[in-house]
Structures are given as C-alpha cells and as structure tokens.
C-alpha cells in the first residue's frame, strides 16, 4: 500500500481474512491506509507503518476487526529508525496483538480509544500515545511513554493500562496519577512492577481511578507519598500477595476527596514508612481482611481532620494493621470508625486513643483485649459467638 513515491494505496478487509507470512507495509514511500472492520481479521510477521522518510501509512482497527504480529510493529519507521508518518487507530471493539514490540517513532501516532492493544513490550517515548478508552496490555515486557516523566492515565473512554506476567514501568523521576481526567484503570499483575516518585489515584476533582496489584512478587514502588482519592475518587487494591509501598499516604486528603483501599490474602501487603491517613479532609476507607497486612512506620490517623471521616476494618485470623510509631488515632479531629472482628489484629508501638479533641468522634467495635508487651500495645479483637 503507497509503495513508490507519489503513490496512494487503500485496503479494506470485512468479513475476510487476510493472512500474510512476512511484513505488512502500510506507506512504504507513498501514501497508505489501512482499514479493518467487522469481521476482518489482518496477520503478518511484522506491521510497519510509514517506513521511509515522506510516506505516510495509517491503520485503523474499528469493532470486530483485529490486526495480530507475530513479531512488531513499528509506527513511523523501522526497527532501527525513523521514517515517515505513521497512525495506527483502535477504536472500540476492535483488537491489535503485537508479538514482541509496539514501538512509536518521532512521526508516530498511536490512538486508543476503545478496544484492545495487547503487545510485549510498548515504547511511545519518541512518538505520541493517545489513550482515551479501551485497554493496552504489556505483556512480559517494558512500558515507556511520551511522558518525560510521569505516568499518567485518564480520558472519558476510562482508558485501562495492564502490566501482566513481568512486565515493567519506570517512571522513578516522575509521579504516577491514574485518573488525571475522566477515569482511568491501571493493573499490575504477575510479578509486574510500576516505580514512581508520587502516587495519586483520582487526584483531581471530578475524576476517579482505580489500581490493582495482585499476584506474587507484583509490585508498586512509591519512593514518596501515596494520595489516594485527593480531591476525586480512588480507589486501591492489594491482593493475592501484592505489594505496594510509600512514605506517607492519604485516604480521601481533601474535603471532597474519597479513598478507599482493600488489603487481601495471605502475604499482600502495603506498607507505609511514615503516616497513613485514612479520611484526613475527606473520607477514607480501609479494609484488611483474608491474612493481609498493612504497616505504618508512623502513626495511623481515622478522620485526622476537621470534616474528615475514617473508617477501617481488619477482618479475620492474621489480618494485621501495625503502627511503629506514636499512636493509632481513632478520630483526631473528624469523625472515625475501627472494627476488628473475627482474630483480626491491631498493634502499636505507642499508644492508642478515641475521639482526641474537641468536636472530634472516635468509635471502636469488637472485643478489645489490650495487653502491654514493655512499651508496645498489642490489641487482638474476637469476635464472639
């Protein structure tokens, strides 16, 4: 398609397969497009579109049609270099699978705005990632973006990121913000990893964001701190032996901010070295159940401040909440709520009080047996019958 300069060439597949043992060049020199539609399903070895300086190759996936690599795709150039202009579009419905690389060179443009990228490795540093809607899946391999240095993921489309099966993000001089517009999704799973300075999960008003880690050795590494629903909603999952860590972190930091994080099963674990805040302006929630844990090397504040509303749960045998610092506050300032039922665990290293100041509420339920351990509190709540 648009192979000699000057050229213009089109295909269209619909209801048809088009199987193709070697390249697919889509703007070789000339002018090439692209379309799959309902029914039409395009393989190659490799993709590559916009292949020589001044063509100009653009393929777009619309619903029910699908485009699979066995190898990579390059967009605006080859797999050593760039070249022309190169787009490729996903609208909703329809599905790329791209074997090895999904690389974005300078001229190059990926759009997702619906349906699915699933692809080794993704590499748009260069290039432009357009991603409103649908689902790009990095599969055991590397994620780089345009961003210089942060990640970030939002649109009206509730456009989804899953790293799966090892794959990695690094973003360790920059802040990760999942919904930064709209809602966006991000998912870390089996033995994937994401490295940030800053988390923030639905930090802006009127935007919401969801993260799941889940899976052994899944990780997410915040080297400062973690907001979860700042001004927005958010919300975090920690299950199946993942792992998520921070400095401080906050749960619904402002007044119209609403966090809510899940710690579940055995050997998931988020771990806080300093403060975490559960309502601290706004509301917060936390629930540990199933064997989780959760650690602050700081203290633990429920409503930590005025208007603030926090409430947690720890839930069931070897569910665990520990502070190693001052105290566990259950309402500072706000209005706080903790249940431990059913051998869930509480602990600290200080001390532990309801209700501190004036106008604040602090409420405990369950069986509360405190018992002194030299300077640490131990509280271990059963529920009975």
Known sequence: MGFGTG???TVTVENAAWNNSSNIVVGNSGTGKLIINNGGAVASDVGLLGLYGGSSG???VNSGGSWDTTNALYVG??????????????????????????????????????GTITTGSFDSSLGAFNHTGGTLTVDGGSYADSYPNNLQIGGAGNPTLKLINGASADKSTGNAIVGVSGSGTLEIRSDSSLTNIQGFIGYYVGTSGDVLVDGGSSTWTNSSSLYIGGSGTGDLMVSGGGLVTNSFAYLGSSASGSGTATVTGA?????????LNIGTSGTGTLTVESEGT??????????????GTGTATVTGAGSTLSSTGTRVRVGQYGTATLDILDGGVVTSDGYSDLGKYSGSQGTATGEWRGVYLGHRRFFDCRRRG
């Open 58 to 60: 653009t393929a777009t």
């Open 7 to 9: 050229s213009d060439g």
């Open 267 to 275: 050997s998931s674990i988020w771990g806080n070295g300093s403060n």
């Open 77 to 114: 150039g080859s797999n050593t270099s760039s070249g022309g202009t190169g787009e490729l579009n996903v609208n909703a419905g329809g599905s790329v699978v791209v074997g090895t690389e999904l690389k974005v060179w300078n001229n190059g443009t990926v759009n997702l705005s619906g």
């Open 294 to 307: 959760v650690t602050a090397g700081g203290s633990v504040y429920l409503g930590r401040d005025v208007g």
